[in-house]
């Protein structure tokens, strides 16, 4: 039955949040407060918190420090996912990844659709995996980021979640 297993002890990881905005602020940047206070309240570490522009050579230099980064589990960026000229966060996540997980995009699409209907086909929310660090690209609105966490995030980056999360599999996503 799939759920939380309260048996197993719960495993925090640290999580670095990127909001990607050129007119975005520590002062008015909603999403990444809103994903930094659920990532808090989870039992999790913020590991840092930045705002870049919208640059692509700029977020792979900034993804990739983290990713090459031993203390940073996971990337969660937000903004940068739609398809204007200005929003090249999927170009630079797919840029580095070197194992997609498409079923993060399509299930978060379909969270979305229940909410905004047809408007949900413009996000191009992705996930990735670059270096043993999971990377998640959630579009730029509050409420994307409210539902990407707890309605997907907050179960697969829970140990305890059954039947399977990403927090389990750390240890092998270095292989070989």
Not at 133 to 142: D, I
């Amino acid at each position: 039955m799939a759920g939380i297993d309260e048996s197993q002890p719960f495993v925090s990881i640290n999580i670095a949040v990127l909001t990607v905005s050129d007119t975005r602020d520590l002062h008015n940047d909603t999403s990444g407060e809103v994903l930094c206070e659920r990532i808090i309240a989870k039992g999790h570490h913020v590991y840092e918190r930045k705002i870049l522009k919208d640059d692509q050579l700029a977020l792979r230099k900034q993804l990739g420090a983290w990713c090459s980064n031993p203390d940073v589990d996971v990337i969660i960026t937000t903004g940068g996912t739609g398809v204007t000229g200005r929003d090249v966060t999927v170009e630079a996540h797919r840029a580095i990844y070197e194992k997609e997980i498409p079923g993060f995009g399509e299930l978060f699409r379909w969270i979305s659709y229940q909410k905004i209907g047809t408007s949900t086909v413009q996000s191009r929310a992705t996930a990735g995996v670059c270096m043993g660090t999971y990377m998640f690209a959630l579009p730029g609105s509050t409420g994307a980021c409210k539902d990407a966490w707890d309605e997907i995030l907050t179960y697969q980056l829970d140990i305890r979640h059954r039947p399977c999360n990403f927090v389990e599999l750390m240890p092998r996503l270095l292989e070989e």
